[in-house]
């Protein structure tokens, strides 16, 4: 059974910074493609950052320099570092894994945390 189970979220002054962890079981976080999402209000759930079995990353445009997606084998984790937040960063954040590759689509990950929401202002 695959659980994945966000933290971090909160409020936050423009310009400040969180930190979201995501705890997995059920799967051996170095094995398996992670990603983070976020979904505001009304818009479509985007990926913000992934990265693969070997360590390689990705970020959306928006939050290059500004964030870091890293894993601890060890702990079975994921983490989003985010720094500078920005009001446009305001969204529910979900935690993503997928046991065959790092897609793109939403549509395509196999399983996903409950979300922990994230708000600048």
């Known amino acids: 059974h695959v659980q994945l189970v966000e933290s971090g979220g909160g409020s936050v002054q423009a310009g400040g910074s969180l930190r979201l962890s995501c705890a997995v079981s059920?799967?051996?976080?170095?094995?398996?493609?992670m990603g983070w999402f976020r979904q505001a209000p009304g818009k479509d759930r985007d990926l913000v950052a992934r990265?693969?079995?070997?360590?390689?990353?990705w970020y959306k445009d928006s939050v290059k320099d500004r964030f870091n997606i890293s894993k601890d084998n060890a702990k079975n984790t994921l983490s989003l570092q985010m720094n500078s937040l920005k009001p446009e960063d305001s969204a529910m954040y979900y935690c993503?894994?997928?046991?065959?590759?790092?897609?793109?689509?939403?549509?395509?990950?196999?399983?996903w945390g409950q979300g922990t929401q994230v708000t600048v202002s």
């Open positions: 993503a894994a997928d046991s065959f590759r790092c897609w793109w689509s939403a549509s395509r990950w196999d399983y």
């Open positions: 990265i693969s079995r070997a360590g390689t990353t």
């Open positions: 059920g799967y051996t976080v170095g094995n398996v493609c």
